[in-house]
Structure formats: structure tokens, C-alpha cells
């Protein structure tokens, strides 16, 4: 793709979604986000060549007026409730936002003859799974509202396809974790439910002592063992996603994580030697519906969309979010 390119960033101001734009800037093209600021941060996304709207997807007029205003090429939506604990406690609520969020976008895109889609699936989607490393093909049962509503949106996805031409990219990511190297953004999520940000605020002081969920699972060290994939790897996928998408109608799914598994305690320690600091930690009951171990079989995705992780090292991954977690100017407690 030698052109500029006009990508919608649904959800942009958020994590992942900023390291996206972030990506996309680099590499010359024109974000356009599209955000509500719910758990977003418009710092995140204050940079020369961004746009932010601020917008809601539950208003179908608001996205008809952005989809009028500007010509796409493509949208990558990542915007979406994302706490499964709390998806149990308001279904609707994350069905509201998650999947008739998606139904608002994907049929302004239609009317718009906008037809190419990079969708932030997850691995909740699989549920508690029978093996591991997990291919795509592994049946999908998820545990929670969550995981149902981005299945639900898998689904939507390849009718639109077969309906309308979309073109359509879900990616299943795993433990989505570290930050930009620049130090300049990162995981600022107000109410924190992942382990890396959670083990760095209890080092720092600047967070409660980590629970740790359980030590009598069937895994070498007794907890529960996670793929953690560095968010600009995330954005990488992305990128090759929009530009996999050329190649021809159709939805395709892929997982993303590195295809190693790393315990709680094994991060923690990381986040210890990383940091020069202790982790103040006790142990906790199990949560409900955790699996044991969830790693990704990401070959699909090395295969057709040529992604190549930049950064599997687990203490990078935790050094770039400590060094974020030093400079943060926003938004975090
Ligand atoms: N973080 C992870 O480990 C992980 C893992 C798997 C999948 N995902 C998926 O990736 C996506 C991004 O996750 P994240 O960690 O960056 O979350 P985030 O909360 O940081 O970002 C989500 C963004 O979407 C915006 N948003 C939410 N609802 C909106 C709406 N109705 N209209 C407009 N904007 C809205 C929020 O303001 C926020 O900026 C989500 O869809 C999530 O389900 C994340």
C-alpha cells in the first residue's frame, strides 16, 4: 500500500486502540477516532496528524455525520466494554454497547460502501478450553456476557460478508500488555483488572496489595498461566490486517499471543526484577470461570498476515509498562 489512508479508529483513545494510532502515524496515514471518552483518554490520542471526534456508537446519526464527512478506507473497531466481572453484573449493559454498538457501526458502514472491518475479538470467546497452544478452530463457549458479545459480533460479522462484501478481520488477542517503548502511552484503564498494571501499582505503592486467585490449579507452579502480547505488537497485527484485507472478500479470524504461557507468579517475579521492587501479594480464592491456562496458537496469523511479535519477552513487555507507569500523566487511579 503505497497511498494515505483514511482509518476510522473506533475506540481509539483507549489502549490498544491508541497504540493503533499511534502505528498508523508512523507509518504516515490519517486517523480519524471515533470515541466516547467512557474509559478512553483524549491525551492519548493528542498527536499531529489525529483527529477526535468525540462520539458515542449508540448514536447512529453522530457516526452517519463522520462517515459523511470523511472518506474511509477502513474502520478498525476496538471500542468496547471489557470486564468480564462486570459484564456478569450488566449483560445488558455490555450487550447494549458491545454487539448494538457494533450493529449502529457496521450498518453506517454498509449505507457508506465502507466494507472493510478489523473487529478486537478475545480469547474469553473460547471459554475454558480443552487444549493448548488453541487454534481458531478450537470451539468456541464462552463463560460470560463479555466473550458472548464479541462471539455474537464474530457471527454478525461473517453474515455481513456473505451479505454486503464485507471484508471483515477478527483478531482474538490474548493478555493484551505492555505500553508504547516512547513511555508516552499506555494502560490507563480507571478501574484495573490485569495483572501486569496490578503488580507495577502494588510495587509502586500507588495501588492495593495484588490478590493472587488461586495456587491450586493444575500448573507447574499451583497459578494460572496467561499469553501476554505486547500492545504494539496488537497494533502491528492491525496494521497487517487492513492490509490483508485487499486480498479479498470474506472474514477471517486469527489469534494473537506470543505461544508462551506465563503464571502470576512468574510475572510478578518479572515485575519484581524489572522494577527493584517487592510485590506486596496474598493469596485469594479461585474467581469463578478461569481457566487454567490459556496460550494462543498464533501460526495462523504468522502465516497469512506475516506477523512477527517485536517484543515476546516477558520482561519487556513489563519494563515498557513500568516505564509508563513511571511517567503517567493521566487517568490511571
Ligand atoms: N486489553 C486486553 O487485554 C484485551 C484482550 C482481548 C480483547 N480486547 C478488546 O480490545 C478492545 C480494546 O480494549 P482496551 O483494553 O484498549 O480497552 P479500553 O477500555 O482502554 O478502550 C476501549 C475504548 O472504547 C471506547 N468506547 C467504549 N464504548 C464506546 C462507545 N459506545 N462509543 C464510542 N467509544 C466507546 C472507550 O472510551 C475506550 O477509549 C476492546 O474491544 C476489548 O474487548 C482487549
Redesign the pocket.
Known amino acids: 500500500m503505497d497511498r494515505r489512508r483514511h482509518v476510522l479508529i473506533?475506540?481509539?483513545?483507549?489502549?490498544?486502540?491508541?497504540h493503533m494510532v499511534r502505528a498508523l502515524v508512523e507509518k504516515g496515514w490519517e486517523p480519524v477516532v471515533?470515541?466516547?471518552?467512557?474509559?478512553?483518554?483524549h491525551e492519548s490520542v493528542q498527536h499531529e496528524g489525529v483527529t477526535l471526534i468525540r462520539?458515542?456508537?449508540?448514536d447512529k446519526q453522530s457516526l452517519r455525520r463522520v462517515f459523511a464527512e470523511y472518506s474511509f478506507d477502513a474502520v478498525a473497531?476496538?471500542?468496547?466494554?471489557?470486564a468480564v466481572g462486570e459484564s456478569v453484573l450488566s449483560p445488558l449493559t455490555y450487550y447494549q454497547?458491545?454487539v448494538a454498538?457494533t450493529l449502529n457501526l457496521v450498518e453506517v458502514m454498509v449505507e457508506s460502501h465502507v466494507l472493510r472491518l478489523v473487529f478486537?475479538?478475545?480469547?474469553?470467546v473460547y471459554g475454558n478450553p480443552g487444549t493448548e497452544p488453541i487454534p481458531e478452530n478450537h470451539p468456541c463457549l464462552p463463560l460470560n456476557p463479555?466473550g458472548h458479545s464479541?462471539l455474537m459480533v464474530e457471527t454478525i460479522l461473517e453474515d455481513c460478508c456473505q451479505a454486503y462484501g464485507l471484508r471483515s478481520v477478527a483478531l482474538?488477542?490474548?493478555?493484551?500488555?505492555g505500553a508504547h517503548p516512547s513511555g508516552e502511552i499506555g494502560?490507563?484503564?480507571a478501574s484495573e483488572t490485569?495483572l501486569i498494571p496490578l503488580c507495577i501499582r502494588a510495587a509502586m505503592g500507588t495501588g492495593p496489595e495484588l490478590k493472587i486467585f488461586g495456587d491450586d490449579y493444575l500448573t507447574p507452579d499451583g497459578t494460572c498461566i496467561r499469553d501476554y502480547v505486547h500492545v504494539c505488537d496488537l497494533a502491528d497485527a492491525h496494521i497487517s490486517a487492513l492490509e490483508f484485507m485487499d486480498q479479498g472478500p470474506g472474514m477471517h479470524v486469527f489469534n494473537l499471543g506470543n505461544g508462551n504461557g506465563f503464571s502470576v507468579k512468574e510475572v510478578l517475579a518479572a515485575v519484581e526484577k524489572v522494577g527493584g521492587k517487592p510485590v506486596p501479594h496474598r493469596m485469594a480464592q479461585r474467581r469463578a470461570g478461569d481457566a487454567a491456562v490459556l496460550v494462543a496458537d498464533s501460526s495462523r496469523a504468522r502465516r497469512e498476515l506475516g506477523w512477527r511479535p517485536r517484543y515476546s519477552d516477558i520482561e519487556t513487555i513489563v519494563r515498557h509498562a513500568w516505564n509508563w507507569h513511571m511517567q503517567q500523566k493521566f487517568g490511571g487511579e
Open positions: 473506533c475506540g481509539g483513545a483507549g489502549y490498544i486502540g491508541s471515533f470515541d466516547n471518552l467512557s474509559t478512553g483518554h462520539g458515542d456508537l449508540m473497531h476496538f471500542a468496547g466494554l471489557i454497547n458491545n454498538g478486537s475479538s478475545t480469547a474469553a463479555y464479541k482474538r488477542y490474548f493478555n493484551a500488555a494502560e490507563a484503564h490485569h
